[in-house]
């Protein structure tokens, strides 16, 4: 029996966290996959730390970072260089996740050499092509191309119905990010920054998106800042981002204060296990929204909107802007009313149990 030749492509950080799962599901079927693995190097430390901790050597590495680039360089780096490795492979099948311009382009290469795209964590909508941006437009443009989508809720599933995709190749499979936490959470786990927050409640904030950037951003710390100094019981964990805008804002807004520490980016493992032992998490991120509801933590989005609005449904999310008095009132809401707080970490995750990888990996032997 001939083997299914499946290649997954990725390039960032977020990206590898819920896709290393999948390969590794895929290379335990090495009698029915043959499993190509191309990373494109969007993120390039960020990303090559993710590929350590699940142990995935790439097949193919496009290498595309470089100093200043700009949504132009990305997209036509991309679509350029993997040219050459799709048609030297020319599996019965390519992969991409999610929402980044790593799977947009890499989608529309593989459209263009007529080889059938699988979307992993498809369906997802805000309804606003700027927000997030570019994150929305490229999640859209990636369903238009697809031929399978894996689906994480019935919500998502429910969007691409309303966009008259065929129902018989959309598949709900949970969100491989849940996956991922299943290996990386670990009992026993210990480190000096978490020594350093012992007897407090720690908060865990992150912020990096383009939209955020500016005033927003600028806001949002302020806002922080503000409820934790009216709450000396607290301290904060900022593993903060590469992108030196990030940086300048957060150091003007933060630096001086004692009881919050801006730090490196984490690896995945100590991310997630920091995401376990925190109080609640500020972020602006996407994936974040659906690990922290499996760890029964509260999550303030600082957005306007989401396209994951099964977190809020289900009350594990709140939506509270950028806007530094509605971050100030909803953060010292759930620090002073016990009540609030415990409605949202006992709520229910939508997001899946864990097993997304193996349901996308019986649909492709299925469909294949």
Request: aromatic share 8%; net charge negative.
């Amino acid at each position: 029996m001939c083997k299914i030749k499946i290649m997954l492509v990725f390039g960032t950080r977020p990206e590898a966290i819920k896709m290393c799962p999948l390969v590794k599901e895929l290379k335990s079927r090495s009698d029915e996959f043959e499993t190509i693995v191309c990373v494109t190097g969007q993120h390039r430390e960020m990303l090559d730390q993710v590929l350590r901790v699940f142990n995935v050597v790439p097949d193919h590495d496009l290498s595309i970072m470089r100093p200043g680039q700009t949504l132009f360089d990305v997209t036509c780096d991309v679509l350029l260089k993997i040219k050459d490795v799709l048609e030297s492979e020319r599996p019965d099948g390519v992969l991409v996740h999610g929402d980044t311009t790593t799977s947009f382009a890499a989608a529309l290469a593989a459209f263009y050499l007529q080889i059938p795209i699988g979307h992993v964590e498809a369906g997802l909508r805000t309804r606003d092509l700027y927000s997030p941006w570019p994150e929305e437009f490229n999640r859209q443009a990636v369903d238009v191309a697809s031929r399978w989508y894996f689906a994480p809720t019935e919500t998502s599933r429910q969007n691409l119905l309303d966009e008259a995709k065929p129902v018989e190749h959309i598949f709900v499979t949970g969100n491989t990010g849940i996956d991922a936490l299943r290996t990386t959470v670990r009992d026993g786990y210990s480190h000096p920054e978490l020594d350093w927050a012992a007897g407090s409640r720690l908060f865990l904030i992150t912020a990096h998106r383009r939209e955020n950037l500016g005033e927003p951003m600028h806001r949002m710390f302020r806002a922080i800042r503000r409820v934790m100094e009216e709450h000396p019981d607290t301290k904060a964990i900022y593993p903060i981002h590469m992108n030196p805008l990030v940086r300048k804002a957060a150091h003007e807004e933060l630096d001086g204060f004692d009881r919050l520490r801006i730090i490196e980016p984490l690896e995945v493992v100590d991310f997630h296990n920091f995401m376990a032992r925190s109080h609640l998490i500020l972020t602006d991120s996407g994936g974040i929204q659906e690990e922290a509801p499996s760890l029964g933590k509260p999550v303030l989005v600082m957005r306007d909107n989401t396209e994951r609005p099964e977190g809020v449904a289900a009350g594990t999310l709140r939506l509270v802007g950028t806007e530094e008095t509605t971050i100030y009132r909803e953060f010292s809401l759930l620090l002073d009313d016990r009540t609030a707080y415990e409605s949202m970490s006992h709520a229910s995750n939508p997001y899946g149990d864990g097993h997304a990888s193996e349901r996308i990996a019986d649909v492709l032997a299925k469909e294949l």
